[in-house]
Every structure is written in C-alpha cells, then in structure tokens.
C-alpha cells in the first residue's frame, strides 16, 4: 500500500475512533512531513485524498479541518454472524465443542504434511461432490461407529448444516412441498428451509421421539420428514425403535424422504445407542445428514450427506451448480486426520472428558436448587422451569450466559418451561459450580 494511504488510512480511522473531532484544524502538510520522515507531497496526497471522499475540508490560507459536514454514528456495531454464533465463545453457549481439548498440534502437522506433499492437480476446483480420499474416510468411518454401509460416490461434502440441507431440497423438493419438523426443535434451520418454499409441519416429540403416528395423522402427504433420532435435539430422547421401524414404512409407502440429523450421535454416556435409521433403511428412503462441527471444531465448517444410491446423479447435477465449496486443503487434511487414528482418538477423549464435565454440571446446577432433565448422551442439558421461561432466559442472558428458552424452540406444541444450556468447555468443578452460581444469581 501506498505511503499516503497509509497514512490516510490513520487519519480516517482517528475520525472514526473520535480521537478528530469534526472542525478540527490538521498540521500544515509541511510540519507534518517533518514529523513523519515523508515528502511534503505524500502528505498533501493523503489530505487530498480525504478531501475527496469527503472526510476533510480545505479552507484556503486557514488550512486543512476535518469537515464540519460528518455524522458519525459512534454506537458499538454488532458483528454480523450465522446461526446466532457470538465470534467469542460464551459461557454455556450452546453447539460449541471443547475447544480446549482439539489437539492442534497433530492438526498443524497433518495439513504441514499436506501442504509439502501437494501437487499441481491439488490447485484445481476437485469433484462436485467433494474430495474422494475424504469421502472414503467418511465411508470407513460410517460402517465402523454407525453399521451403516455406502459407498464414496454416496457421499456429498458440504460447508454445513445449512448448505446440506439446501442442497437435500434443490435436489428433491418442489415449491409448497411439506416437511415434518419435530417441536420442538432446532429453530435456525427452519429459515433455510421455508426459503427453499417447504412448508414446516411441526410434530410433537414425547418421551420415545417424534410422533409417527401424530405425523401420519395430520399430515399424510408430506414430502419429507427431519428429525433427531439419536438425541433430539433439544430434549435428549432417543426415537424409540418401534417409532424407527414405523417411519420408515411411512416414507416408503408415501415415496417421502427422512432427513436424519446425527449432529452429535458420537457422545453416549449411558447405554447401548441404538442403530441409526440409515442402517436400517432397506427402502433406500434416508438421507443421513452428519458434521464435524461438533466433533472437531465449528470454524471447520464441513458437513456431509449420504445420499441413496438411486438419487446419486440427481444430487451430482445439483452440487455441480456451485460445486464443494470447503477448500480442498482442508479436506485432505480431514482425510488424512480420520485414516492417521487421530479422529478416533479425538472422541475417545472427549467422551471421557465430557461424561466428567456433565457430571460436574449437573451436580452444580443441582447444588444450587436446578432440576436437570436426565439424558443419555449428547453436548447440552436441560433444566426444568415451571411455566413461563423466557424472562428468566433473558436475565441470564443479559448477565453474559449463553443460555437458551426451550419455549424459543417450540411451533405450536405446548408443555413445560426450560432452560438449555452446554457444559462443553466447563473444564473444571470449580468452574462448574462458578457458572451454577452466576446462573442462579441472575435469575434470582
């Protein structure tokens, strides 16, 4: 850059900052190329450059001022972000994993690895669908810890959730096609998905998951149904197997298409899981919706779907028209991270650290007067709040705790308050019982 952008560059931001006020008098081009070691006429460039843009003034003989004409707005601009993820992690901010437990040195490593060792043909754009080398260590991975078996031409890499989901309804939908979404449930994607002209139909969710049969019930047509089964989100039940068995005969028999989302199937604290529906889907009816973002680390920002094999070529055309956007480094590098054992060694770890924190939390919060839902598994917990719960979400969130409503993540169904809440990167008792504390004392 320039030196008299540079130095342009300051002065601007001195107005914006407030430090120069507007009216105020700046030195003569002549005493101020003194104090910086320039020209006389990289200052005056800089003056004339603001001159222009309107940010000063010039007065003849009297010299050069900030122009009397600005109106600054000093108030604070709040970061612009997706999904509601604050840029600075929160305390019990909720989708965050243990950021202090990612091991970034062996990260570091791997993708140095990568980057000495890449070719010519690693600078191009990669297939549509995403790195192969990757969506074979996807495929690995899936018969492993989930018995379910595809193959790497099955597999579409995605930059998240939402990208997903956008390409599941490019690919399959119609406009005014429906969709069963559990209520409660995860609200930020209902947006991506109304978008895409999908009508939410909104199912209740008991203690064995989704309602088949209140689906099937009020809304036979529908084109699609979303759903959490391994641990809904939020309320941590797992879709019993009868109700799998059920949903499953639905979307065959109605040609519908079910969408599961196994954001965080990976951490189970209690008793066996049970088989994910794309296990069991004979009718080729599932499309299996996974990411790292839980796993690993969110600024990864790669998710992936498993497609059945009869819509393999109808998902290539659509993911053709904008192509993987995940950089190809990172995906090798995630390639390589998952066949080196690192990722499996990764969860390992956190399972262990996070069944700790859990413990920790919950009895904190119960320490200090909370009744916790019990669950089996998954990064959240929700404490029971009799009636109205969203003033006190808004008490706590106003005391910096990322904490959310339950009634927040609810269409139409009705029941009981709640307060959710992760204990992810709670590291320690005593910090479990700090933030238990500042809790209770900010909705008290």
Known sequence: MPRYQQIARQLKTAIEKGELKPGTRLPSSRTWSQELGVSRSTVENAYADLVAQGWLERRGQAGTFVSQQLRLDTSPVAPTVFAGENPTPQLFQMGLPALDLFPREVWARVMGRRLRTQTRSDLALGDVSGELLLRQAIVDYLRVSRSIECLPEQIF??????????????????????????????????????????????????????????????YPQARFALLTPAHQSPLGVALSLDRRHQLLEWAAHAR???????????????????????SLDAPQRVIYAGTFSKSLFPALRTAWLVVPVTEVARFRRQAALTACNVPLLWQQTLADFIRDGHFWRHLKKMRQHYSQRRQWMESALTEYGFTVVPQQGGIQLVISVSGEDTALVRKANQAGLAVQALSQWRITSTGEGGILLSFTNIPSVEMARQAARQLRLAIT
Do not use: C
Request: proline share 11%; charged share 20%; net charge negative.
């Open 256 to 278: 519908a298409w079910i969408i599961e989302d196994d954001y965080d199937s990976e951490f189970r604290y209690h008793g066996k899981p049970l088989p994910p529906l794309k």
């Open 157 to 218: 890499i995605t930059s998240g959730y939402a990208a997903s989901m956008t390409l599941i309804l490019r690919a399959l939908a119609n406009p005014g096609a429906g969709m069963w979404v559990e209520d409660p449930g995860f609200p930020l994607i209902r947006p991506v998905i109304t978008q895409e002209q999908v009508e939410l139909l909104p199912v209740p969710v008991d203690g064995e998951g989704l309602d088949v049969s209140a689906g099937i019930r009020n």
